[in-house]
């Protein structure tokens, strides 16, 4: 073996890429970044859309459940200054006025006048409740709270003890017996498969009770007295 061999074999030319080699990587990977790119934009407007969708569902759960508590609170008094003939309920496609035993308003029995309207800001609706004491006309109303807000679409419709469906609900003898909520998206397209149903519990008033005074009672609390007497009873088996 001649000597100094191995330094002759360092300073052989080392086997490199060529320019068009260099070239067609810089292009494959390239094309890879952009995919991964791709594929990662997706996956954020994806995860954007989702969180999104989750957050209008959450605002739409806790500003209808707002509506659904207020609306078993509901009580069907006559308005002050009228004939007792009616009750203090007003619902359109778009707006409630109703009666409701929150217990933060004046008076003993801590009743309020709650106005649930819907009205449009720009392209966005926004469903907004205000309260204030129970009087006729109604005085001006405070405290608003943002039920929902967004680029949708909103129809209140009412449902009767017989369970028909009417567009509005006023100067009527009795509440309805719930509010049907619908949602729509863009192109009035259905938020919900079906409309929401929120009941109305409760269709017998205070003052349709017996007072120590012998007070008058509205008509309506004397019709209900004569249907409960005519109404068939059944009776237990010893």
């Not at 008033?205 to 004397?222: Q, T, V």
Request: aromatic share 6%; net charge neutral.
């Amino acid at each position: 073996m001649r000597p100094f061999a191995w330094l002759e074999r360092r300073a052989e030319p080392l086997a490199g890429f060529t320019l068009l080699e260099v070239l067609i990587a810089l292009a494959v990977a390239g094309a890879i970044f952009a995919v991964v790119a791709e594929f990662a934009g997706r996956a954020l407007r994806n995860w954007n859309r989702g969180e999104a969708t989750i957050a209008a569902m959450e605002m739409v759960t806790r500003g209808l459940g707002r509506l659904g508590a207020d609306l078993t609170l509901a009580v069907p008094m006559s308005p002050p200054g009228t004939d007792n003939s009616t009750v203090y309920f007003i619902g359109d496609p778009s707006r409630l006025l109703f009666v409701a035993a929150t217990g933060f308003g004046a008076g003993d029995r801590g009743l309020e006048l709650l106005n649930v309207a819907a009205v449009n800001e720009r392209d966005d609706l926004i469903l907004v409740r205000h309260r204030g004491p129970v009087a006729n006309p109604p005085p001006p109303l405070r405290d608003p709270v943002v039920l929902l807000r967004g680029r949708i679409g909103l129809r209140l419709s009412y449902r009767d003890r017989d369970g028909r469906t009417v567009a509005s609900w006023t100067n009527r003898r009795e509440l309805p017996a719930a509010v049907v909520v619908e949602l729509f998206g863009p192109a009035q397209t259905p938020l919900f498969p079906v409309p929401l149903i929120l009941p109305i519990a409760v269709d017998f008033s205070a003052d349709c009770l017996d007072s120590p005074e012998g007070g008058e009672k509205p008509p309506r609390c004397l019709d209900r007295s004569a249907e409960s007497a005519q109404a068939p009873t059944t009776q237990r088996r010893p």
